[in-house]
């Protein structure tokens, strides 16, 4: 590849020899051949039951995350954004950072030239911290933001710039209470529904960082649209930044209880599904998916609809040991809350029908993981114990029937 005059060289051992494309999530067959997980999944959904790029029948359709092999293409990826920067910053750049006394100029002048005393300032803030320091430090300059997200009008473009100068800043601003305000959440609703990917992931990271107790928490859950828009974005068409910053999001404000009955009216439930049935989402999406079914399945209504979606169960089950040991963890808290905590007996029956997940179990007793995860582990084992005396029992029962008096 040619970046102007920056040549990239990939290793050859980095590309699938499926797709021969930089894997982004490498996984490993029982032959040895590692793939990315894309597009080992849909050969393997098509029916093969062969490697590949060696044709050996496998013995197991079963696919293990290469970690090592992770790894080693992320610290060549980001070495590869470092030199595109550093080359980048070595050419001559048309865009003149403000001075100080130059941005407090431009404040006052937010009313006569908005569109250019705003890219200014975005480019002052992103310059250093220094300078977003002196920003929220500067008198009336938050006051003059803030008043421009109450009266927002329909100028998109001016909207995502005043959000990308918080979403900058946010770390140092000490009273956020006026983002609460319903004007303020309504402008940060239409970043959402009509700005670029970029300006609703700093909208999303934005609302993350006021909802900081219950009150706030129910203030951006029951602003009108607001809840629903948030769920609309973890669609699988959407951009994976998005769907992660919106997980992120919505964690952060469904602790109230009657913010986790509304995820579940507005099908929170089947979004994570379908995002956790995509074989190509990354290790923190998946993390953070079931994260959120955690919180959802403490939750009597969330119980019940996860207690008859078998497709999602099984989908729980296979995260088990195959993605990392945060994923893990939280697949195993959600299913011992439906299946032991609350004995949901649908659920009990879809997860002993999951296949390997008896091993799994069984792993997960002998691993290094948390003593909870262990006892939660050995709760649901007892579940296969259970069904195979069950269905010993049941056996017995039908040969004493026929058997001769």
């Known amino acids: 590849m040619r970046k102007d005059d920056l040549y990239i060289t990939i290793?050859?051992?980095?590309?699938?020899?499926?797709?021969?494309?930089?894997?982004?999530?490498?996984?490993?067959?029982?032959?040895?051949?590692?793939?990315?997980?894309?597009?080992i999944q849909r050969w393997l959904d098509s029916g093969n039951n062969t490697c590949p790029a060696t044709m050996q029948v496998l013995q197991s359709k079963e696919i293990v995350p290469n970690r090592n092999l992770q790894r080693l293409?992320?610290?060549w990826s980001d070495s590869v954004a470092r030199r595109q920067v550093d080359a980048e910053s070595a050419a001559p750049s048309s865009v003149v950072v403000p001075s100080q006394d130059q941005v407090k100029l431009l404040v006052k002048q937010l009313d006569k030239n908005c569109s250019s005393s705003l890219a200014k300032i975005v480019c002052f803030a992103g310059e250093s911290e220094e300078n977003r320091e002196f920003l929220a430090r500067m008198d009336g300059f938050l006051n003059a933001v803030f008043d421009f997200m109450r009266n927002a009008e329909s100028d998109i473009k001016l909207i995502e710039q005043v959000v990308s100068i918080l979403d900058l800043i946010q770390s140092k601003i000490q009273d956020k209470k006026p983002l609460l305000e319903s004007n303020c959440l309504s402008t940060i609703l239409l970043v959402l529904q009509r700005g670029t990917s970029d300006s609703q992931i700093q909208s999303l990271r934005l609302l993350e960082s006021i909802a900081i107790d219950g009150e706030s928490k129910l203030?951006?859950?029951?602003?009108?649209?607001?809840?629903?828009?948030?769920?609309?974005?973890?669609?699988?068409?959407?951009?994976?930044?998005l769907i992660e910053a919106s997980l992120s999001c919505l964690s952060a404000i469904t602790k109230p209880k009657r913010v986790k009955t509304k995820l579940i009216q507005y099908r929170t439930i089947p979004e994570l599904k379908n995002v956790l049935s995509e074989p190509n989402m990354s290790v923190s999406i998946i993390e953070k998916s079931l994260k959120l079914l955690e919180t959802l399945s403490f939750c009597k209504e969330g119980r019940v609809e996860i207690r008859h979606d078998s497709k999602l169960l099984q989908a729980i089950v296979q995260k088990v040991l195959k993605v990392s040991s945060k994923a893990t963890e939280h697949a195993v808290t959600v299913l011992w809350s439906v299946c032991c905590l609350f004995r949901e007996e649908k659920a009990q029956e879809a997860v002993v029908d999951c296949s390997n997940g008896m091993t799994k179990f069984l792993l997960l007793m002998q691993s290094d993981c948390s003593s909870a995860t262990r006892q939660m582990s050995a709760d649901l084992l007892k579940l296969f114990r259970v069904n195979s005396n069950s269905c010993l029992s049941s056996y017995d029962t039908k040969t004493t029937h026929i058997m001769p008096c």
Do not use: H, W
Not at 24 to 29: A, E, M, N
């Open 11 to 39: 290793p050859s051992f980095f590309r699938c020899p499926i797709s021969l494309d930089v894997m982004k999530s490498p996984v490993s067959l029982c032959t040895g051949v590692t793939y990315d997980r894309a597009s």
């Open 219 to 241: 203030k951006i859950a029951e602003k009108e649209g607001l809840l629903l828009e948030l769920v609309n974005s973890l669609s699988k068409e959407k951009d994976e930044r």
């Open 73 to 75: 293409i992320q610290m």
